[in-house]
Each structure stands twice: as structure tokens, then as C-alpha cells.
């Protein structure tokens, strides 16, 4: 029985080593899968965006670290909000369409 318990730990904590890390490739990096790259592209404006989370109701209210805050109305913010926007349009347009 110890050995069938020391085997499943060292599986479970083989993948979530690896779960761990296609989630940081998916952050930082090219996604393998356009989905993906959705999901990271809205999941970056919504952290950066707490009135939208509010507005959609994205998360339950127990989880309520969002709706005291505003949005970042800035000159600056406009402009670090363009430039990602770019850099996300630019990774998008290097996948290919197939």
C-alpha cells in the first residue's frame, strides 16, 4: 500500500509540475492554441479592468477584491493599454490560419 501511495504522489506531483508549466508558457509566452491565447489576452484586461469584472459579474461576491476598486483612467494607461493591445494583435496575426 505505501508503494501504490509514494507512486500516485509522485505522478500527481509530476503533472501539476506540468500543468504548472504550460500554464506560465501560456502567460508568457505563444500559446500552442489560439483559444488560449483568447483566454490569456481577456483574463490580462480583466485583471487590469476591475469595473468590467464588476459589470459582468465574473466572479462570486464572496471573492469580492475588485469592487471597490476603479479603473486606471490615465493618459499613460491609455497608452501601456495600446501598446499591449498591439503586441496581442501582432501575436495573433502570427498564428496561422489553417
Known amino acids: 500500500m505505501k508503494r ?3 507512486w500516485m504522489f509522485g505522478v500527481s506531483t509530476f503533472l501539476l509540475v506540468l500543468l504548472s508549466l504550460v500554464m506560465l508558457h501560456t502567460w ?3 500559446p500552442v492554441s489560439v483559444n488560449w491565447f ?3 489576452v481577456f483574463a490580462a484586461f ?3 479592468n476591475p469595473e468590467m469584472i464588476s459589470t459582468l ?3 462570486p461576491g464572496w471573492l469580492d ?3 471597490a476598486k476603479l479603473n486606471d483612467a490615465s493618459p499613460q ?7 499591449t493591445l498591439s503586441r496581442n494583435l501582432a501575436d ?4 496561422d490560419r489553417t
Not at 77 to 83: A, G, V
Open 92 to 95: 495573433l496575426k502570427s498564428y
Open 28 to 30: 508568457y509566452f505563444k
Open 57 to 59: 459579474r465574473m466572479l
Open 4 to 6: 501504490v501511495a509514494k
Open 38 to 40: 483568447y483566454t490569456r
Open 77 to 83: 494607461e491609455e497608452q501601456r493599454t495600446f501598446d
Open 46 to 48: 480583466a485583471i487590469k
Open 65 to 67: 477584491f475588485y469592487s
